[in-house]
C-alpha cells in the first residue's frame, strides 16, 4: 500500500505567493476589483430577447393577435433595452476601472451610464438594417 505524502504548508505557500504575483501581472484574467460583470445567464437572456426580435415567430412562441404586435415588439424592445443598456454600463464602468490599454474606451466624461444608453440606443437603431443583411444572407444561401 502507498503511503500518502506529508502535508508541506511551505509548498503550498509558495504556491499562493505564485499566484498572487501573476493575479498582479495578468490582471486581465481576474476581477478582483469589486465590479461584476453581467453572468453568462445575463447575456444568453439577452440574446434569446434579441433573437425574438430579429426573427420574430420563429425563434419562440409569439401570439400577438390577443394584444398585437406592436405591443408585443414594443414590450421586448423595451425590455432588451434596458438588459443590454446595463450589461453595456457594467461593462464600460468595469473596463474603466482597470485602466486597460487594450480597450478603447469612449469619452466617460458624460459618465458610463450615460455613455451606455447612447451606445444601446444606437444598437437598437440599427436593429432594422441588420435584419434587411440577414434577409439578403438568407438569399445568398439559398442562390448556392
Given at each position: 500500500m502507498m503511503s500518502i505524502p506529508e502535508f508541506e504548508p511551505a509548498a503550498l505557500s509558495e504556491v499562493v505567493d505564485d499566484l498572487m504575483?501573476?493575479?498582479?501581472?495578468h490582471a486581465y484574467l481576474?476581477?478582483?476589483?469589486?465590479?461584476?460583470?453581467?453572468?453568462?445567464?445575463?447575456?444568453?437572456?439577452l440574446m434569446?430577447?434579441?433573437e425574438s426580435l430579429l426573427y420574430?415567430?420563429?425563434v419562440e412562441?409569439?401570439?400577438?393577435?390577443?394584444?398585437?404586435?406592436?405591443?408585443?415588439?414594443g414590450n421586448r424592445v423595451v425590455e432588451a433595452f434596458e438588459m443590454l443598456?446595463?450589461?453595456v454600463t457594467t461593462c464600460l464602468e468595469y473596463a474603466n476601472s482597470i485602466d486597460a490599454?487594450?480597450?478603447?474606451?469612449?469619452?466617460m466624461s458624460e459618465g458610463a451610464a450615460a455613455v451606455a444608453?447612447?451606445?444601446t440606443l444606437d444598437f437598437f437603431r440599427a436593429l432594422p438594417g441588420i435584419r434587411a443583411l440577414l434577409h439578403e444572407d438568407l438569399k445568398a444561401a439559398y442562390q448556392l
Amino acid at each position: 500500500m502507498m503511503s500518502i505524502p506529508e502535508f508541506e504548508p511551505a509548498a503550498l505557500s509558495e504556491v499562493v505567493d505564485d499566484l498572487m504575483e501573476s493575479y498582479s501581472d495578468h490582471a486581465y484574467l481576474t476581477n478582483l476589483q469589486g465590479l461584476s460583470l453581467p453572468s453568462r445567464e445575463c447575456v444568453e437572456d439577452l440574446m434569446r430577447r434579441l433573437e425574438s426580435l430579429l426573427y420574430p415567430g420563429l425563434v419562440e412562441c409569439m401570439n400577438p393577435s390577443i394584444v398585437g404586435l406592436r405591443f408585443v415588439v414594443g414590450n421586448r424592445v423595451v425590455e432588451a433595452f434596458e438588459m443590454l443598456r446595463e450589461i453595456v454600463t457594467t461593462c464600460l464602468e468595469y473596463a474603466n476601472s482597470i485602466d486597460a490599454p487594450r480597450f478603447k474606451l469612449p469619452d466617460m466624461s458624460e459618465g458610463a451610464a450615460a455613455v451606455a444608453h447612447r451606445i444601446t440606443l444606437d444598437f437598437f437603431r440599427a436593429l432594422p438594417g441588420i435584419r434587411a443583411l440577414l434577409h439578403e444572407d438568407l438569399k445568398a444561401a439559398y442562390q448556392l
